[in-house]
């Protein structure tokens, strides 16, 4: 299977803040990493998919970049709706797998 | 508006079956991979399986093989996530999740995810 680590597990930051968060593959998933968003309570989100696009409704603070093994998730300015859990998601191999999570929270 | 709705919480115990339904609307049901991914308390995401409707395709994770069965039934556009005989360890929230069919060349396995339902918390005790 291939592995997927995301860093760090957690941050804390603040509203207007620029936040980036990585993901990692144990090898490569070409350009089939996609990003979501988890809110408890609230059904997960597709922010971005085959690792730099920004699926339809989705607020162009958020951005995603990376080929290969190394992939980044960046908000360009933090909003108080976005403190929630991101997960990194491969769809390149079966099984599909996700990374860990980042957790952002409010500092 | 594509819309996927779980049945709600269940509290079982440990060796009984269960099965919960996720009902898919708002777009053609059978053109569509389907499946489920499992969230185990304070865990990350786990991919289980998935289901093509329109051939009932279907594929689990090494992980999951054996441990769970996905069927559907194309008349309610509706998929279900079974238990033979549940175990405390299947206590989790599952969510119903829809596979876009675009962004995925002949090179991968399959496309990103785009649709999730609201989830459904299983929980197994004695």
């Known amino acids: 299977d291939i592995q997927m680590t995301q860093s760090p597990s957690s941050l804390s930051a603040s509203v207007g803040d620029r936040v980036t968060m990585t993901c990692r593959a144990s090898q490569t998933v070409s350009r089939y990493l996609h990003w979501y968003q988890l809110k408890p309570g609230r059904a997960p989100k597709l922010l971005i998919f085959t690792a730099s696009s920004l699926q339809g409704g989705v607020p162009s603070r958020f951005s995603g970049s990376g080929s290969g093994t190394d992939f980044t998730l960046t908000i360009s300015s933090l909003q108080p709706e976005d403190f929630a859990t991101y997960y990194c998601q491969q769809s390149y191999r079966s099984p599909l797998t996700f990374g860990g999570g980042t957790k952002v929270e409010i500092k | 508006e594509v819309q996927l709705l779980q049945s709600g919480a269940e509290v079982k115990k440990p060796g009984e079956s269960l099965r919960i339904s996720c009902k898919a609307s708002?777009?053609?049901?059978?053109?569509?991979?389907i499946g489920w991914v499992r969230q185990m308390p304070g865990k990350g995401l786990e991919w289980m399986a998935i289901v093509y409707p329109d051939d009932s395709d279907t594929r689990y994770s090494p992980s999951f093989q054996g441990q769970v069965s996905v069927s559907i039934d194309k008349s309610i556009s509706t998929t279900y996530l079974q238990w033979n005989s549940l175990r405390a360890s299947d206590t989790a929230i599952y969510y119903c999740?829809?596979?876009?069919?675009?962004?995925?060349?002949?090179?991968?396995?399959?496309?990103?995810?785009?649709?999730w339902g609201q989830g459904t918390q299983i929980t197994v005790s004695s």
């Open positions: 708002g777009y053609d049901f059978s053109t569509y991979w």
């Open positions: 999740v829809r596979h876009s069919r675009e962004g995925c060349d002949a090179d991968c396995y399959l496309p990103h995810i785009d649709n």
